[in-house]
């Protein structure tokens, strides 16, 4: 390094200029991919459903093509019985979600895996087997989120607190969970197995006895 | 000019001055982190811990958040501390700035208040503006986050202005183009929508465009002063390494965004993005290393402050392991398909935050008391040196034991939770049962502890190094004034 002279490409103004214009470059990449990905998912479109989804039931299928679980848009099976409009459903997953944020959830929870990690992912938690059935799932949610503190739910002794949520938020929150798990997250979780939710035929006996009536967790 | 080893505020410039007051505040605030983590970290352990009343959720917050805002804390006051020094003037609206400073504080105090005392909320709007927005990093209410912006624009005001009247050098230069984006990205982060999807692509550009971009460039800038000041580094040198470090920050970091679209609902080609990118992040790292160690090397280790050297070459570390390294384990799509959510990004996470940060503030902490006292003698010697030098021991030993312990946490619920037993609730209530994530949380907690004495001491030592020095700095040659842009 004895030479006074410096070369072009271990020059100041050389990496002035290369700093100025990777940025500026990278910046514009990002900008235009940007308007792309909003749009693909405002809500209503293939990846990130319409809030009205909550009327249907929801899978969550593999998918030769992609390699991967997708969600399955299935039947009509409205949640808590009742069928509701685009901007009802909206109005009611946005209550779901706001209760989610005012409850500070994603300080133990991860919703979409990013979060805190002392409690399980919310991502599928509306399609998790350990509700033990479709048909008994959305009460035991909602009971669930209003008192967890007495219910079952592991073997380590971590409990959820009471964070005082109401009939009226744990009904959203359930909304809310149930659209989130129509979201199409490119396979995460990966394997997931979700609980059973096909048809009983009419000579099925009910579900085994050994099901829990809370959360097994 | 007071007595040397007494901390004297004539000792300082204006800016000086107003940047001990934030670095006290950042120092006060990173106790609370290391008492709210040990906290959340004891639930691991002890579940019904101080259940129902100090949840899990609101230490983990506090753990968080507390380092946000004192790694802020400690940033301003690092730029306020160079500004005059830099520029060769006074700070433009120093009063207002000290004004700022204390609307700062007493707003980070009310937040920390609600968090504690209020908690949690009705699901409503007004929640979101006055007690907790619930979304991880930046929780922080809706008020707080508009007077974080104002303080952001005040604080952006002084350094630009000062650098517009004074000279405009390299590191100025590229400080004031990085605040802007900075101040601008919080921004959007500050709106709520019912999309989840939506919610959280946002939430990403404030914090991957603040943690993986500008706040790495302004540690750019930091570490280019800190070196020039303790060894005298040739000022040409450090500031063409600085653009290095800018092209290849920005080049890898800005479209590295697109590992954080792999699973939120974002199309498809972030994978491909996201994963080229962010395997790029890196490389400038590695930069950063070569050229702290190497002129720590070229000027034989021979500096006027050797705690801060010492910080700033774990910085150098620090940051390629703790955010290249350890951020390239996991960031490609087809492994973060199961690490993604576990302790793997929590143990990359300590690591990172730490290693690139945390240490650079405590750097120019130790630049500060030094001038504070008179510029006091901070080489070789020292009296009582034992104290810095056992304090960045026992915070690395426990910071590098709570990344491994939580490392092999985060592997084994990849392969437990996540690929044997199927993402499932009872698969990640296999995994944290686990003997291997239970010693994993012991093993974290004894760090943690580790981690607790070494700041301890560190504490100590900030408020007594230098005390009992009779002898002025070493002075290190200056080659070259600096150079106008």
Redesign the interface.
Known sequence: MSQTQTLWW???SF??K??IW??AA??V??IF?TF???A????GGK??PA?SVINHRIDYVFDEKRNHQVPVIGPVEPLFGKVLSEAEA?DL????????????????H?????????A??LT??WL???WGSKEVREQLMVDFLMDP?DKLH??????M??????EE?AR??VA?LKW?SA???????????PIDQADAAPETAPPPVESAPV?A? | MAALGILDSANLNGGQKLAVKYFTVAIALFAAQVLFGLL?GL??LY??FL??VL????N??LHINAMVVWLLFGFIGAVYWLLEDESGVPVVGLALGNLIFWVFTLAVVAVVLVYLLV???????K??WL??????YI?APRWADIGIVVCVLVFFYNVAATFMKGRFT?IGG?LVLDLVALAGLYTAGMW?T????????WWWWVIHLWVEATWEVLVGCLLAYGLIKTMGVRR?IV??WL??E??LL??SG??G?GHH???????????A?GGFFSALEPIPLVAMVVHAVFDAGHHKLKSTNNPALAWMIAQAFGNFFGAGVWGFMHTL?QIN??T????W??SHGHLAFFGAYATIVIAFVYLAVQKWRGNVWMSGELVGGWKWKWALFLLHVGMLGMTMALLVAGYE?SQIE??IE?????G??AG??HPWFQQGMVWRMISGWTFAAGFVLLAWDLMTIGKRESRPARSVEMREAPAMA
């Open positions: 271990a020059s100041e990496w002035k290369m700093a990777i940025t990278s910046a990449v990002l991919l792309d990905t909003v693909k998912i405002t809500a990846r990130v809030y909206k997953v946005s209550k779901g979600k706001l209760t989610t944020q005012a409850k500070n959830c994603m300080n133990c991860t919703l979409l895996g990013n979060g805190a990690y002392f399980p992912d599928k938690s998790d087997p350990a503190s592991n073997a380590l002794g971590r409990r607190p009471k964070l005082g949520i109401t938020e959203a929150t809310f989130m979201i199409d997250t490119n396979g995460f979780p990966a394997n997931f197995k959360p967790l | 959340a639930q691991y579940p019904d259940y129902g949840d899990f959720s609101v983990r917050m908690q949690v909320g009705p699901g409503e709007l929640s979101i007690i907790n927005e619930g979304r991880e929780e390299g590229v709520y019912p999309n989840i999807s939506m919610d959280q692509h040409k500031e063409t653009y290095i800018v092209a920005f080049g800005i479209l965004l679209y792999f699973w939120i609902g974002t199309p498809e080609y972030w994978l993005i799509p398909l199961y993604h959510g576990t302790q990004t929590a619920q996540r690929a199927g993402s499932g609730w009872m990640y209530f944290q049962a």
